[in-house]
């Protein structure tokens, strides 16, 4: 049975840090990995993505500087690295698992996904 399991999110000031974990089991972890967030209201959007090797690392324009995406394969662990923090980042955050080795901005690449953990970031 596959899973992708969130964790890691929480209430946070404006400025502040979080880190979130994405835990796989079930599934070859050779793949390109993703994360996105939903606003309420709003679609899920793209927020940064992975290859399989840690390598082709992209994210939106709105996190850049900001946000770092990581994993380590020999714990098929996947990260989310948040500095910075603003209200506008609030979210439930997904991450989800690529139908190849690249990681990529459309969701519709992605053939698994976690069920999300809320970030709420205070002003």
């Known amino acids: 049975q596959v899973q992708l399991v969130e964790s890691g999110g929480g209430l946070v000031q404006a400025g502040g840090s979080l880190r979130l974990s994405c835990a796989a089991s079930?599934?070859?972890?050779?793949?390109?990995m993703g994360w996105f967030r939903q606003a309420p209201g709003k679609e899920r959007d793209f927020v940064a993505a992975?290859?399989?090797?840690?390598?082709?690392?992209s994210y939106t324009d709105a996190v850049k500087g900001r946000f770092a995406i990581s994993r380590d394969n020999d714990k098929s662990l996947m990260y989310l690295q948040m500095n910075a923090l603003k209200p506008e980042d609030t979210a439930v955050y997904y991450c989800?698992?690529?139908?190849?080795?690249?990681?990529?901005?459309?969701?519709?690449?992605?053939?698994?996904w976690g069920q999300g953990t809320q970030v709420t970031v205070s002003s």
């Open positions: 989800a698992a690529s139908r190849s080795v690249y990681g990529h901005v459309s969701p519709y690449d992605y053939h698994y």
């Open positions: 079930g599934l070859s972890f050779s793949r390109g």
């Open positions: 992975i290859g399989w090797n840690g390598g082709g690392t």
